[in-house]
């Protein structure tokens, strides 16, 4: 797109790329053919470049090398003004012209024409044949990761975010880095070239209108009102984007690049007073010494959320590479701002680093071109760490977020988790675009089936009761088919539930569930086997260890009885009118009254630690059943083949069951 917005110098996607077109550029001696095209190329003025160097083309007679070098050119210009189509042909051109077998930035930067486009395998071809043909290796090892990594994301990235183009406030032209303009999120600027500009002029880097501010007013259906310009105190012939306002919205920040004659001059930060509901005449924030520095960027500023620090774009010496995150902070003492510091290399790379935004949590968003990607400018989040202007490392945003077009300015809403980003993918009108972003609510749904535990059938008429962290609870009743459709279970974020299953003439169970930690909207599909009640018959519990011609339960890392006997509990709490009978066997070694009066410990131990826990002393009786009735015979261990089989024999001997002797308990 834009040179002079500093966001996005052509589009570059990465630094390396950058500094090889100007490498081509300057190591071919230019001629009187090409001289304006080379020209308008070393200024930025890729469209006006293209059109020359075409001119040019059709001129030159049988000197391959330089046609090869003008349709590399021709190449760079499209992809750096973000034609990408238009692009390939033209590096299609020179490499049939021998030209790439010298130059192999040719397949790389053809390569990043293909992963602009999502076209990750044929991108990695050519990355294969720029470090076949003597290119970095590192850089194309680098830029076939990302391919990879994109490809990837596409087929299996499980971000939330929805990502739509706003079809009302896009034209044809470049429409871009929006802004919040007020603290309710329902009024917004941003930048555009569209027919309405004020500059009448045509840019030699986009061909397009100058940019200017425009604002709209966006409803809570997010409906748009019709863009209209800021006016002439913000916009000028030349041009505007990039803007912030402070947290009052009373003060405009923006940047502007001035263009005089043809002549282009650095771009810096200027600012506004809101005056009704108006701006008052915009002056030129002096970020920088003009009289020192006089040919540094300057611009796209956002602001901290206590208006503390001001972050912004530049060129300046003294960063990480290209274009860094600086920052500059507000002295209340002598109402000043501080001198330019940059935000260092946990920030910033050797890639250039666009359109900063700080959110309300203090979160840092911007868009870069380094590797790692998924192709073109990409954004990337920064964690405030809750002190100054330091920052976790920055991350990569999941896809729909990043794509692999150019994708950059996201911006919040201030109090919604949802906002808008600037993107040139497929589904723009052809140029930069803005889409916006939401991140919908997580949806849990529960969904209970009941079935008789030893038929596998269906239960019909059973209650299924769910019970939120607060209190709240909600029934419903299985139907033929053992489903609860009529609980209208409200499954909310962040909370645990209980679940009580009853029927009649069965042993009541229970579950819990919960939706603290999740990131995923999910679908609690549960099943449910309820036992039939039956007097005098054993049922099985979660196993119970004692220690060895002991009754003191095993609790260490390998088991834990006390968690086995917790699952009585929750059962005779969940039955309240069971009385149960518990009893402990032994295995065959040993003496059968030695075994008697230890099962009969062992028994009453469990039944003390039930009591415990609060379960009445009548609905327990515990019974000591020695070796009288083993599982497995003592034949049948002997037959077994290892020691470790007739170990875990034995182990299944040694168990503890409890019977259901009556169901009809009144407590007292």
């Avoid at 100007?22 to 200024?43: E, K, S, Y």
């Avoid at 002295?331 to 050797?350: F, K, L, Q, T």
């Amino acid at each position: 797109m834009l040179n002079l917005i500093l966001g996005r110098s052509g589009a570059l996607s990465f630094a390396v790329t950058f500094v090889l077109s100007l490498f081509c550029l300057q190591g071919f001696a230019q001629n009187d053919i090409t001289a304006d095209a080379d020209a308008a190329f070393d200024r930025g003025g890729y469209f006006e470049a293209a059109k020359d160097y075409q001119v040019a083309y059709a001129k030159l007679k049988g000197d391959l090398e330089e046609k090869g070098r003008v349709c590399f050119l021709i190449g760079e210009c499209y992809r750096l003004g973000r034609a990408l189509p238009a692009s390939e042909e033209w590096y299609g051109r020179a490499i049939d012209l021998k030209w790439a077998a010298d130059h192999p930035e040719v397949f790389q930067n053809y390569g990043l024409v293909l992963m602009g486009q999502g076209e990750f395998d044929d991108a990695v071809d050519q990355f294969q044949k720029f470090k076949s043909n003597g290119g970095d290796a590192t850089v194309a090892n680098s830029f076939i990761s990302s391919c990879n990594n994109a490809a990837e994301s596409l087929i299996v990235g499980d971000s939330r975010f929805v990502v739509e183009a706003v079809v009302m406030a896009n034209s044809p032209s470049f429409d871009f880095a929006l802004t919040f303009s007020d603290k309710r999120g329902e009024e917004v600027i941003f930048a555009s070239s569209r027919s309405s500009s004020t500059g009448s002029g045509e840019d030699p880097i986009t061909g397009e209108s100058y940019m200017d501010l425009f604002s709209a007013e966006v409803d809570r259906k997010g409906k748009w009102s019709i863009p209209e310009p800021l006016g002439n105190t913000i916009n000028s012939p030349s041009n505007e984007g990039g803007v912030t306002l402070d947290s009052k919205f009373k003060t405009l920040y923006f940047t502007r690049c001035l263009v005089d004659k043809g002549d282009n001059f650095p771009c810096d930060i200027y600012r506004s007073e809101r005056v009704g509901t108006r701006w008052g005449a915009a002056e030129e924030l002096p970020v920088l010494n003009r009289m020192e520095d006089d040919s540094s960027q300057v611009g796209q500023p956002t602001m901290t959320p206590d208006d503390a620090y001001m972050v912004f774009v530049s060129d300046m010496q003294g960063g990480q590479g290209g274009r860094d995150l600086w920052y500059i902070e507000w002295n209340d003492a002598s109402s000043e701002w501080g001198s330019p510091m940059n935000m260092g290399p946990d920030v910033n790379s050797s890639s250039d680093e666009f359109f900063p935004h700080i959110r309300k949590n203090g979160d840092l968003y911007f868009a870069s071109g380094r590797p790692g990607g998924m192709g073109g400018l990409d954004i990337l989040k920064a964690t405030w760490t809750g002190n100054g202007m330091t920052f976790e490392a920055p991350e990569f945003m999941e896809y729909p977020i990043n794509t692999a077009s150019d994708d950059f300015a996201l911006v919040y809403h201030p109090k919604k988790e949802q906002g808008f980003l600037s993107s040139d993918r497929p589904e723009s009108k052809g140029k930069d675009d803005i889409f916006s972003f939401e991140m919908p609510p997580l949806e849990f749904d529960y969904v209970p089936y009941v079935y008789d535990y030893d038929t596998g059938m269906p239960i019909a008429g059973a209650t299924v009761t769910v019970t939120g962290n607060e209190g709240e609870s909600v029934t419903g009743t299985s139907d033929d088919e053992g489903g609860v459709e009529d609980g209208r279970w409200e499954i909310g974020a962040e909370s645990t539930y209980s679940v009580s299953i009853s029927m009649d003439g069965y042993i009541n169970a229970g579950d819990q569930f919960s939706t603290v930690g999740l990131s995923k909207s999910t679908n609690f599909i549960k099943e449910y086997l309820l036992r039939e009640v039956v007097t005098n018959e054993d049922y099985p519990m979660p196993l119970v260890q004692y220690e060895f011609a002991k009754a003191d339960l095993v609790v260490d890392e390998a088991v834990n009885s006390k968690d086995s006997l917790d699952y009585l509990v929750d059962l005779l709490d969940r039955n309240p009118k069971f009385v149960i009978s518990l009893e402990a066997h032994t295995d065959t070694r040993g003496g059968n009254q030695a075994n008697d009066a230890l099962s009969q410990r062992r028994a009453e131990t469990c039944v003390n630690y039930l009591v415990e826990r609060g379960i009445e002393t009548e609905r327990l009786q515990p019974l000591g059943r020695g070796e009288t009735m083993p599982l497995i015979s003592d034949a049948e261990i002997a037959a077994l083949a290892t020691d470790e089989e007739r170990e875990a024999a034995h182990q299944m001997n040694r168990r503890t069951v409890f019977r259901i002797t009556s169901f009809d308990y009144v407590p007292e």
